[in-house]
């Protein structure tokens, strides 16, 4: 039941792009993303609900395509302060608010 | 309070004793979930509340866990005979809930456990 992400990590220099997937054998209500610096607690970053929808976060989107239920997270130029651990949420069902974490994918942003 | 609070921050233990885990949820929010995370694991679920409804323990990875929560707020993670292996990061996080879906969850800063 719990989310598949790849890659399992990612090393950038500041300025590049990267592209994180998620992707669920169950079909999917909602998708949510977070981040978790070392240390720290995980931060919401964006939810992406039924409906294919996309979402952007200054230059952080979402894709959902459900059909394929998976999501996609992209950095867009990245920042030092994207470095972290990036967490996608799945809820399998509308109304339950029951949250199955990914698997993570570290993300390390060099100058 | 201003965010989800969990105590203690540390706890070391003993193999073979029992620990309680407190965590003060944001108030107003119904949904409280626990999830662990061993070092540089991911968040692994363990249970979750949602208002007055019967908790979701499917997570729960053996009967020597337990979690209540009291009066819709305050929420305690006991795990009896302590072993090693339950060494993690034990992580509360809440969230306004089942009002459609789409509610963002709010993490504490954890509980570290270490068994010794």
């Known amino acids: 039941q719990q989310p598949v992400q790849s890659p399992q990590a990612v090393i950038l220099r500041e300025g590049e792009d990267a592209v994180i997937n998620c992707s669920s054998s169950k079909a999917l209500y909602s998708v949510h993303w977070y981040r978790q610096k070392h240390g720290e607690a995980p931060v919401f970053l964006m939810i992406l609900l039924k409906g294919g929808e996309q979402k952007g976060h200054d230059k952080i989107s979402a894709s959902f395509n459900e059909k394929k239920q998976q999501s996609s997270l992209y950095l867009t130029a990245s920042q030092l302060s994207y470095s972290g651990t990036y967490f996608c949420g799945t809820e399998i069902r509308y109304n339950t608010d029951k949250l199955i974490f990914g698997t993570g994918t570290r993300l390390q942003v060099f100058p | 309070g201003a965010g989800v609070s969990q105590s203690p921050s540390n706890k070391v233990t003993e193999k073979g004793k029992d620990v309680e885990l407190r965590c003060d949820p944001i108030s107003g929010h119904t949904a409280l979930y626990w999830y662990r995370q061993s070092l540089g694991q991911g968040l692994e679920f363990l249970i979750y509340?949602?208002?007055?409804?019967?908790?979701?323990k499917s997570g729960l990875p053996s009967d020597r866990f337990s979690a209540e929560r009291t009066g819709g707020s305050v929420s305690t993670l006991t795990i009896q005979r302590t072993q090693q292996e339950d060494s993690a990061v034990y992580l509360c996080a809440s969230s306004l809930g089942r009002q459609g879906s789409g509610r963002k969850a709010f993490f504490g800063q954890g509980t570290r456990l270490t068994v010794v």
């Open positions: 509340f949602q208002g007055n409804s019967a908790p979701d």
